[in-house]
């Protein structure tokens, strides 16, 4: 069995140090943090990360985050954390999105009037793509 390596220094050099929650618990010999390992379990395909904070930056609500890639709201908040994703600053505009299948994208494109006024990304979702655009706010 290799031995776990310390979050924080990265050396490999640590010793056994209990059990906390069922798993082994590790005292790092170079940095003196203590660490467990790994729970084995399900672990989240890192391609929903990427999207998850993909759609974070680009304005999407956790909640909608939740909905649309099936993984929890408060997975994407724990990762928007762990990884120091700074949420967008509100502006006059606003996101608003669409779930489209390939010729329906291909459609969309087609008509030019579609593009004016708007900022637009499209982001794969699978076998899908996500459109997000940003329209100004109507009104004062």
Not at 64 to 86: F, T
Request: hydrophobic share 30%; with cysteine.
């Amino acid at each position: 069995m290799t031995k776990p390596s310390c979050p924080k220094c990265d050396t490999t050099e640590a010793t056994k140090s209990g059990v906390v929650g069922g798993r082994q618990r590790y005292k790092c010999k170079n940095c003196g943090y203590h660490f467990s390992v790994a729970k084995v379990g399900r672990e989240v395909n890192s391609y929903y990360v990427i999207k998850a904070l993909q759609l974070y930056i680009e304005g999407v609500s956790y909640r909608e985050i939740e909905r649309l890639l099936g993984v929890s709201h408060v997975s994407v908040m724990n990762w928007v954390k762990k990884y120091g994703v700074k949420a967008p600053r509100q502006t006059d505009y606003h996101p608003t999105y669409k779930i489209l299948n390939q010729k329906e994208l291909a459609e969309f494109f087609q008509d030019p009037q579609q593009l004016k006024g708007a900022g637009l990304v499209v982001t794969e979702l699978g076998d899908k793509y996500m459109m997000i655009r940003w329209e100004r706010f109507k009104g004062g």
